[in-house]
C-alpha cells in the first residue's frame, strides 16, 4: 500500500519509518523459528526447506529485499534511487506473504514428496527426501486451496498494517485514509479465510494411526481434530473473534486506535490453533501425496535428547518476550510524526 495509501513524499517516509524501525524483530524471530524447527524436526527441515526449494527461496529472497530496501534507500550515493528500493518492499509485501500462506496451506492440502530412511546408508547419495516433481515447491499453486490461504494471508497483512497505522502514526490524513483502507482489505480477508476454513474442515485429512504409524485419508479429519481438542476450538474461537472485534471496533468508532492490539494478538492465537489442528491428534502435519512419506510428529522428531535440550532452552522464552517488550516500548513511547523522521539521523 506504499504507493496508494500515501499520497506525498512525506506521507511515504512517515510509513517506511513506523514499520522500517521494527524489520529487525520480525527478522531475528525468523531465524529464532528456523533454528527451533531445525532442532526439534530435522527430518521436516530437510525435506520442506530441501525439496520444496523453489516456494521457499522465493520468501526468503522477499524478506531479503525488503532489508535490502530499509537500509539503502535514503543512503548517501544511492545510485538505484529511492523509488526502486520502495519498489523492493511492494514486490516483499505482494509475493511475501502470499507465498507464506501457500506454503502453509500444504500442511493441509499436501505435498509432493518422498521419504526413505534406509537412503542414509547410501555413501554416494545419503538422500533421505526427495521431491516427486521439477517444481521443487512451485506446485503448491497448482492447488486453488492453497491460493485461498495465501490471499488470506495477503489481506490479513495488510489489514494488521493500517491498524497499527492508526494506532501509531500522529498523522489526521493518514488515519483516516487507513481507516478507509482497512475495508478494503479486511472484507476480502474474512472472505478467503473463510472459504479455506470451510473447505478445509470439510474436506479429507491425513490420519496416523498411532500403533502402526500408517497414514490413511480420514473424512472430516481436521474438523475432528477440532471436536475432539476442546481447548483448541475454544482458542481457534476467541482469535477469531478478537481479530474481528479489532477490524470493527476500529471501523465503529472513529476514536477507537487501540484496534491492533486485539487483532494482532487474535492472528498469533488463531494461527498457533490451525498449527496445532494441522499436527496433534494424531495427524500428519507435513503431508505427503505418497501418504506414507507423510511427516508427523512421531517420525520426524530429533532424539529424546535433544528435544529435552529443547524444552530447556524454551525455559528462556519468557525473558526473550520481556526483551521484545522493553525494546519495542523504548521505541513506541509516542505516537509518530513526519518531523520525528525529519529529525532522526538514522531515518529511513
Not at 69 to 76: A, G, H, I, N
Request: glycine share 6%; with cysteine.
Amino acid at each position: 500500500m506504499l504507493f496508494s495509501l500515501s499520497k506525498t513524499e512525506d506521507e511515504r517516509r512517515l510509513l517506511v519509518n513506523t514499520l522500517g524501525r521494527k524489520w529487525e524483530f520480525t527478522f531475528t524471530t525468523l531465524v529464532t523459528f528456523g533454528g527451533a524447527f531445525f532442532a526439534s524436526f530435522p527430518l521436516f527441515y530437510s525435506t520442506s526447506f530441501g525439496g520444496a526449494y523453489w516456494v521457499w527461496m522465493a520468501i526468503l529472497f522477499c524478506f531479503i529485499l525488503q532489508a535490502v530496501s530499509y537500509e539503502f534507500q535514503s543512503k548517501p550515493g544511492n545510485v538505484f534511487g529511492t523509488t526502486t528500493y520502495r519498489a523492493f518492499l511492494f514486490a516483499n509485501g505482494l509475493l511475501g506473504t502470499f507465498l507464506i500462506g501457500a506454503a502453509i496451506a500444504t500442511f493441509f492440502t499436501g505435498s509432493d514428496f518422498i521419504v526413505n530412511k534406509s537412503n542414509i546408508t547410501v555413501q554416494l547419495a545419503p538422500v533421505i527426501s526427495s521431491w516427486g516433481n521439477e517444481w521443487h515447491g512451485l506446485d503448491a499453486l497448482f492447488n486453488l486451496r492453497n491460493w485461498m490461504l495465501g490471499f488470506a494471508v495477503f489481506f490479513l497483512a495488510r489489514s494488521l498494517a493500517v491498524l497499527f497505522f492508526i494506532n501509531r502514526l500522529n498523522h489526521e490524513v493518514l488515519e483516516a485514509r487507513s481507516r478507509k483502507y482497512l475495508w478494503y482489505n479486511a472484507i476480502p480477508f474474512v472472505v478467503f479465510f473463510l472459504v479455506f476454513v470451510i473447505w478445509t474442515l470439510l474436506s479429507e485429512g491425513f490420519a496416523v494411526d498411532v500403533s502402526t504409524g500408517v497414514v490413511s485419508m480420514e473424512k472430516y479429519k481436521y474438523f475432528t481434530n477440532l471436536i475432539e481438542m476442546p481447548i483448541v476450538l475454544v482458542l481457534f474461537l476467541l482469535g477469531v473473534v478478537a481479530v474481528l472485534f479489532g477490524v470493527i471496533a476500529t471501523w465503529v468508532s472513529p476514536k477507537f486506535k487501540k484496534g491492533i492490539w486485539f487483532a494482532g494478538v487474535g492472528t498469533i492465537v488463531t494461527v498457533c490453533s490451525l498449527l496445532l489442528i494441522a499436527g496433534y491428534n494424531n495427524t500428519a502435519y507435513y503431508p505427503s501425496v505418497n501418504l506414507q512419506s507423510s511427516l508427523t510428529i512421531f517420525n520426524s522428531s530429533s532424539s529424546f535428547f535433544t528435544l529435552k535440550a529443547m524444552s530447556l532452552v524454551s525455559l528462556f522464552i519468557p525473558i526473550v518476550l520481556v526483551y521484545i517488550f522493553i525494546a519495542w516500548r523504548s521505541m513506541e513511547k509516542k505516537r509518530i510524526d513526519i518531523e520525528d523522521v525529519n529529525g532522526d539521523d538514522h531515518a529511513y
